[in-house]
């Protein structure tokens, strides 16, 4: 359990302890039990002695906290503009970018694997895939990429379906956003966009009009640079997948890298980009 301390708590540890370090505690260090290190540091489980699946294997479970991280920071920022506080709603989404900037980089951790590396333990993961990511889901599902058929593999889950199922019914950041204008008097359409809207003019003239406002803007920029990002991971993601494995199978059952492409033609934001080319 974390004791709390204040500012004068720590001013007089420091002069007891003559400038250096707390070196005694009665059992786990606070940090240990803060962090939970004890658990963290036990959830690699590998199933091969391959030595590249180890990075394989953190380098996911790091990218599956930051994507609960960001479905934190969006959810925070609807609740935001709900209360019409764009100001805060603006840097909530500005600080999920520098969030997503650190996402991206993890690819780094697995951009060296060769086919013969990821050979090496590919087989004992058995139909694994990333794909079956809950929380990515609810990742895509907040940014508005919305598809009833992705609930499927989470059907023998009830737990994690009736989460997904209701982000998937529920408003996205997108359509929280599109609400904020509505009530500010921009002619949009009402209630959750459809699953695959292509890009409604109305919208596009409300983007157009909404760019005059500058708070307004900023909102705007800062939902293009998160885009930007998350079109980044896809593309990361798949030169990932073309430099381990080509375009064999995916061990989910797709056709591995070709759907990889498709997925990421698919803009989020549709009108936000379709707008620019009349401003």
Same mark, same amino acid.
């Given at each position: 359990?974390?004791?709390?301390?204040?500012?004068?708590?720590?001013?007089?540890?420091?002069?007891?302890?003559?400038?250096?370090?707390?070196?005694?505690?009665?059992?786990?260090?606070?940090?240990?039990?803060?962090?939970?290190?004890?658990?963290?540091?036990?959830?690699?489980?590998?199933?091969?002695?391959?030595?590249?699946?180890?990075?394989?294997?953190?380098?996911?479970?790091?990218?599956?906290?930051?994507?609960?991280?960001?479905?934190?920071?969006?959810?925070?920022?609807?609740?935001?503009?709900?209360?019409?506080?764009?100001?805060?709603?603006?840097?909530?989404?500005?600080?999920?970018?520098?969030?997503?900037?650190?996402?991206?980089?993890?690819?780094?951790?697995?951009?060296?694997?060769?086919?013969?590396?990821?050979?090496?333990?590919?087989?004992?993961?058995?139909?694994?895939?990333?794909?079956?990511?809950?929380?990515?889901?609810?990742?895509?599902?907040?940014?508005?990429?919305?598809?009833?058929?992705?609930?499927?593999?989470?059907?023998?889950?009830?737990?994690?379906?009736?989460?997904?199922?209701?982000?998937?019914?529920?408003?996205?950041?997108?359509?929280?956003?599109?609400?904020?204008?509505?009530?500010? *008097?921009?002619?949009?359409?009402?209630?959750?966009?459809?699953?695959?809207?292509?890009?409604?003019?109305?919208?596009?003239?409300?983007?157009?009009?909404?760019?005059?406002?500058?708070?307004?803007?900023?909102?705007?920029?800062?939902?293009?640079?998160?885009?930007?990002?998350?079109?980044?991971?896809?593309?990361?993601?798949?030169?990932?997948?073309?430099?381990?494995?080509?375009?064999?199978?995916?061990?989910?059952?797709?056709? *591995?890298?070709?759907?990889?492409?498709?997925?990421?033609?698919?803009?989020?934001?549709?009108?936000?980009?379709?707008?620019?080319?009349?401003?």
């Amino acid at each position: 359990m974390i004791t709390p301390s204040t500012a004068t708590q720590r001013d007089a540890r420091a002069a007891a302890n003559q400038g250096s370090p707390t070196l005694a505690f009665d059992g786990a260090t606070p940090y240990d039990v803060y962090v939970g290190t004890d658990v963290l540091h036990n959830l690699q489980h590998t199933v091969t002695d391959a030595p590249e699946e180890l990075a394989f294997l953190v380098t996911t479970q790091v990218m599956e906290l930051y994507f609960g991280l960001l479905r934190s920071e969006w959810r925070l920022a609807q609740t935001q503009l709900d209360a019409a506080d764009v100001a805060a709603a603006t840097l909530t989404v500005r600080r999920s970018i520098r969030h997503f900037e650190a996402l991206n980089a993890a690819w780094a951790s697995l951009s060296w694997l060769t086919p013969e590396q990821f050979n090496g333990f590919r087989d004992a993961l058995g139909e694994a895939s990333g794909f079956q990511s809950a929380m990515y889901r609810h990742v895509e599902f907040l940014l508005g990429n919305k598809s009833s058929v992705m609930l499927r593999p989470y059907r023998r889950v009830p737990e994690v379906h009736e989460e997904l199922e209701a982000a998937l019914r529920a408003p996205s950041l997108y359509d929280s956003v599109l609400s904020l204008l509505a009530r500010r *008097g921009f002619a949009v359409p009402d209630g959750v966009r459809e699953e695959d809207a292509e890009p409604d003019p109305l919208v596009e003239d409300a983007w157009v009009a909404a760019y005059r406002d500058g708070e307004l803007a900023d909102l705007a920029e800062a939902l293009i640079d998160l885009a930007v990002q998350f079109s980044d991971w896809r593309y990361r993601h798949v030169l990932a997948v073309r430099r381990s494995m080509g375009a064999k199978p995916g061990s989910g059952g797709s056709n *591995g890298l070709r759907f990889l492409e498709q997925s990421m033609r698919r803009d989020i934001f549709p009108e936000l980009w379709s707008a620019r080319t009349r401003m």
